[in-house]
């Protein structure tokens, strides 16, 4: 079996991740601006995440659009422990991850590790496994790696 070693030069921005205290208005300013398509929003969902390697329950609200085959996601915290709430609470809003879908996310995590990077937070949402790499010291952004969940046949 070949060694596997980080090496990003190959993989597609699948999605750029925003968080905003107002995602409406945001979305607006966005497709008014920006010219992107009418964002669908969900509604406040809770979820059971881990966060700095504790479990967490978070709520939120998500926002999608797109820009040529490049995902934009508008999110909005609402409660919990997470990195989001840690970025609005450093006074930030707006870039907040960019995310990429892999395949073994067990690979990438080993490898991020060995580099001394650990998972920021972690978790499952619309059949997709989420890992948010604490990568903002080393790189300026968080490192999102996602991969699809397979669904079993019945």
Known sequence: MEEFSLN????????LGFVFKDIEKQAKIMMEVFGLPKFMFGQPVTNTIQFRGK???ITF???FSQMKGTQIE?????????????FLDKGKEGLHHIATYIEDTELYLKEFSNQGIKVLQAGEVLYTRFNYMDTEEKFGIIIELLEKIKRRKK
Request: negative net charge; hydrophobic residues 35%; aromatic residues 12%.
């Open 74 to 86: 508008l999110i909005k915290w609402i409660d919990g422990d997470c990195s989001y709430k840690e």
């Open 55 to 57: 479990d967490s329950q």
């Open 8 to 15: 990003f030069s190959n993989l597609k921005v699948d999605q």
């Open 61 to 63: 609200q998500l926002a």
